[in-house]
C-alpha cells in the first residue's frame, strides 16, 4: 500500500469536526497532492491547504459527500464522490452526493474548466476517504479496546474477528470526530478497488431521465416574472432607440425598457466577454406572453465606435481592440489569406528553415481553414435572480461562480457576502457558460423590477449573441530529401482574433530546420472557450 501525507509542515489537508446532532464531518481539499518535495511545497498556492471538500458520516451511517464544482455532463458529481467512497470502504449504492452552493469561505476553485477534475483530485479524494476510515477504525479500536491493527471494514462496517465486534461506522462516527487526523494514511492497493473501475449510474441519471427539475431553466418561484432580452441584428450595431408602444400593451407585459451590462470605464475581468452592452429587455408574466411580445418590439440601431479597452487576466493586463463595422464571412477569409501571405511574427526558429527548403527535393503543402462556430448548449441561456437593497439571490448553471461572484458585487455595488449563488447542473457548457454575462443581465432586471425574474435566451439569442470559437487558418510546409526524410517544417497560422498557435509542440525540436509564424486579425465578435 501507498503511504500518502495529510498535512506539509503546519499545513493540513483536512479539517475535522463533529456534526451538530451527530456524526462526523471532514473537510479535505480535492486539489491535495502530497508527493512534493519541502521546496515544492512552499511554492503552493494557499489555496491548496483550503477545505473544499466535505464528507459527512451521520449517526444513522448515512454518508454524504458535497460536490462542490458545476457539474455540466463531465460527470463529476459521480466521478470525484466515487473515489472518496472507494477509500471510506462504503457501499457505493449507500452514498448520498449533493450539489454544494458557492461559498467561498467554505470552497476554493469551484469551477468547471480545463479537463483537471480527475488528474488534480485524484490524490486529495483518496486522502480524504483513507483518513475518514482511519478515524472510524481509530474510534473502533479505542471503543473495544484491541489493537488498531486488528479492526478491518467492509461495506460501511467495522469488524474485530477476535472479540467478533463489529459496528456501523454511524456508530462510530461521533467518537471519530474527536480524534486527530493523522499525519498519513495509507492507500488501498489498486487490484482492491472495488468502486472504481466499475460502471455507476450517474447520481442524477433517474433525475434527468424522469424530467425532475434539476437545470436552471427548470427554477420557479411564487411571483416570479419572465424576462428576455432583444439585441441588435448584428456585431457592429449599437441600440439608439426603442419603439415599444405596441409590444407594451399587449397581454401579461410588465415592463420594457434597456440595461446596461457592464458600468461605463469598467475593467473588464478574463471571463467578463459579452457582445452588446446594452441590451432591450421584455418582462411579463409567462414566457409566451414575453416571446409574443418580443416579436413585434422595434428597436432603431447604429454603428459601434472604435475601441480599445483594457482587460485583467488573473493580474495580467491586455488590450482589446474592437474596431468598427459591419463584418462578413466573404472579408474574414479575405483577410486571413492576406494575412497568410505576408510575413508573420516569428514564435520560433530552430536551424536554418530557409536553406533547408531550398535543398529540399520534395515540398508537401496544406492548408486548413476552421470558421466562427456558435458556441451554443442543449439548455439555453438562463438565469434566475431575485435582487432588493440588502441582498440578492441568484440561481442556474454557470461555470466560473466565483469569478461571475465578483464581477456581479461589482456591478450592483453590493458586498459578496450579500450575494447567494446557487448553481444547477448544467444543460451544456464546455466554456460558453464560462462568460456569465446573462446572470449579471438578470440581476439587473430583477433590480429594476424588484421582483424574482427568471430570465432566458431564445435559441435564436444565443445563436446571434454567443460566444463564438476564433476564425482559424494554418499553413503547414514540410521539406523532404532524396529519401523522404524530414528536413524541414514550416508553420505560419493566425486567426481572428488570436493565433491557434502552439510554437513548442511536434514537431518543433524533432527536426532540425523549423519555423513557426503568427498572426491576429482584429473583429468585434466575441470569442472565447469552446470544446
Sequence with gaps: MSIIRTKVGRRSFLKNSALAGGGMMLGFSWLASCKLSPEEVNELPKEWFKINGFLKIADNGQVTILSPNPEGGQNVKTSMPMIVAEELGVDWKD??????????????????????????????????????????????????????????????????EKSNSSAGYGEMASAAAQIRVPEEVQLKEISDFKIIGTSQ???????????????????????????????????????????????????????????????DNYEKA?????????????????????????????????????ATETRDRFGRKWEEHTPAGLESTADHYAQMEAMSAKKGEVRRRDGDPETAFKKAVKIIEATYTAPFLAHNCMEPMNFFADVTSEKAALIGPLQKPELTEQTLSARLGMPIENIDIQMTRLGGGYGRRSY???????????????????????????????????????????????????????????????????QDRFPAGAVDNYLAEDWTIDTNLTVGSFR
Excluded at 224 to 241: D, N, Q, R, T
Excluded at 441 to 459: D, F, G
Excluded at 470 to 483: E, S, T, V
Design 270 to 306: 478574463f471571463f467578463d466577454t459579452r457582445t452588446f452592452n446594452e441590451v432591450a429587455v421584455i418582462v411579463g408574466n409567462s414566457t409566451w406572453e414575453v416571446m409574443n411580445a418580443k416579436k413585434v418590439l422595434q428597436i432603431a440601431c447604429g454603428p459601434i465606435e472604435s
Design 436 to 502: 456569465a454575462h446573462w446572470l449579471v443581465e438578470a440581476a439587473l432586471i430583477s433590480q429594476k423590477m424588484n421582483a424574482p425574474v427568471k430570465l432566458v435566451y431564445t435559441r435564436e439569442d444565443d445563436m446571434t449573441d454567443g460566444i463564438y470559437r476564433p476564425a482559424y487558418q494554418a499553413k503547414y510546409r514540410a521539406g523532404l530529401d532524396a529519401d523522404n526524410n524530414l528536413i524541414a517544417f514550416h508553420v505560419k497560422t493566425g486567426g481572428i482574433p488570436q493565433s491557434p498557435l502552439h
Design 201 to 263: 449510474k450517474n447520481v442524477d441519471g433517474q433525475k434527468i431521465v424522469t424530467g425532475k427539475p434539476l437545470f436552471g431553466i427548470d427554477t420557479h418561484r411564487d411571483g416570479m416574472l419572465i424576462a428576455m432580452i432583444v439585441h441588435p441584428p448584428a456585431f457592429g450595431l449599437k441600440i439608439e432607440s426603442i419603439d415599444d408602444s405596441e409590444a407594451r400593451t399587449m397581454p401579461g407585459i410588465k415592463d420594457i425598457f434597456t440595461i446596461q451590462v457592464f458600468n
Design 95 to 160: 452514498v448520498i452526493v449533493e450539489q454544494a452552493p458557492l461559498d467561498t469561505d467554505a470552497f476554493t476553485f469551484q469551477y468547471l474548466g480545463g479537463s483537471q477534475a480527475i488528474r488534480r483530485g485524484w490524490e486529495g479524494l483518496r486522502m480524504a476517504g483513507a483518513s475518514a476510515r482511519i478515524l472510524l477504525m481509530t474510534a473502533a479500536a479505542e471503543a473495544w479496546q484491541v489493537p488498531l491493527e486488528e479492526i478491518t471494514t467492509e461495506a460501511g462496517q467495522l469488524y474485530h
